[in-house]
């Protein structure tokens, strides 16, 4: 993978785009997608964005989410798309399997693919350019870098801005996780200088919740959590006739595993959601555990070190007597 400046160049001249990220977009995968897309297509570039799947229903307000085609309902065309490109960006994933039932059409695609992302241990050579870089608080701060560095700055407008602190916003917890430097605060400040609207995109994201949503997470909060204490650790386990108890969809589990750090004490934030397709794992740890290698080790999984998420398809039961089980051998560490 070279160096992701060697893309310039190439959209000196009019290019088939493709942008693409992992599957389930959240608000940082979706925003550095739009982000993008918005440059990309103020460069006179014939832009798509190609989600792997559907997406939580309060990222719609996005600009640009209206034409974002979802993979799994529109396979053809968006196969065509894929094949024509000159150039795929690759945006908030770094291994090729998180784009699901994409994979190997991106694989196997002849053309230049581009990486943008913050995650650990890129798959570094399934791309021609890019960059990746863990320290970096979200994708969003990394186009918008991409943007400012490259000639054509002055593109940067209120549709790119809103998208990009979408990413910038809910990767960092809204500005309080460590990733959250004093070069994320710069590009908010520069943003806001552009006449971003920021109480519009919180309020877009976290107060359009339906009221089955808040009553799922108080029935989550009052029936499925279980305290660890001598592991410093909260476990919450949602079994599947909850989430259609509350009519629970795409995103509306989000931002539910960051509850089990507010405890005092806790060191490790473990979620399980009995998905139809799969057990699905959220990690969340302050400190020195490090989710990522705790995801990557046992739950067929990954992110970073302290927020990081796995899979299985083993039973709930099964999951969590692995998790306890597992947890013995990190009794010091969590103490
Ligand atoms: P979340 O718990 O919010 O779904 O994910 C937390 C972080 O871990 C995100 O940065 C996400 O990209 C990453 N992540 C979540 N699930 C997986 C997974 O199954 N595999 C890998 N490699 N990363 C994941
Ligand atoms: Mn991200």
């Known amino acids: 993978m070279q160096e992701v400046q060697g893309i310039y160049p190439f959209l000196e001249q009019k290019r088939e785009i493709v942008i693409t990220t992992h599957q389930k977009p959240d608000g940082d995968a979706m925003g550095s997608s739009l982000a993008l897309f918005h440059f990309l297509n103020a460069l006179g570039h014939h832009v798509t964005v190609i989600s792997p799947t559907n997406w939580a229903n309060f990222l719609d307000w996005m600009p640009g989410c209206d034409k974002v085609i979802d993979f799994e309902k529109n396979r053809e065309p968006a196969k065509d798309t894929i094949n024509k490109a000159d150039i795929i960006f690759c ?66 407008n209120l549709d790119m801005a809103a998208c990009i602190y979408t990413g910038l916003m809910t990767d960092t917890g809204s500005f309080r996780f460590p990733s959250t430097t004093a070069s994320v605060h710069r590009a908010v400040a520069h943003l806001k200088d552009l006449g971003l609207d920021h109480c519009a995109v919180h309020d877009n994201i976290y107060d359009h919740l339906s009221e089955g949503r808040l009553r799922f997470i108080g029935n989550a909060l009052l029936n499925r959590l279980e305290v660890l204490y001598e592991y ?70 990954g992110g970073h070190k302290n927020a990081a998420g796995g899979r299985s398809s083993e039973s709930l039961e099964n999951n969590v007597r692995k998790f306890k089980t597992v947890l013995e051998k990190y009794e010091n560490q969590l103490q």
């Not at 908030?92 to 994979?103: L, S, V, Y």
């Not at 960059?131 to 608080?137: E, L, R, W």
């Not at 089990?260 to 794992?281: N, V």
């Open 91 to 156: 945006l908030d994933f770094n291994i090729m399997h998180r784009t699901k039932n994409m994979e190997q059409l991106l694989l196997d695609a002849q053309c230049i693919k581009v990486l943008i992302d913050h995650h650990q241990q890129p798959q570094e050579e399934a791309f021609s350019y890019g960059i990746s870089d863990v320290a970096k608080s979200s994708t969003c701060e990394m186009v918008y870098d991409f943007i400012m560095q490259s000639a054509h700055a002055d593109k940067l």
């Open 232 to 301: 410093n650790t909260a476990l919450m386990v949602i079994p599947k006739r909850d989430l259609i108890r509350y009519e629970i969809k795409t995103g509306d589990t989000e931002g539910l595993v960051n509850f089990l750090l507010t405890i005092e004490g806790m060191k490790l934030g473990a979620l399980l959601i009995d998905r139809d397709e799969e057990r699905k794992w959220s990690f969340r740890s302050k400190g020195d555990f490090d989710v990522n290698i705790f995801a990557r080790t046992y739950f067929e999984g």
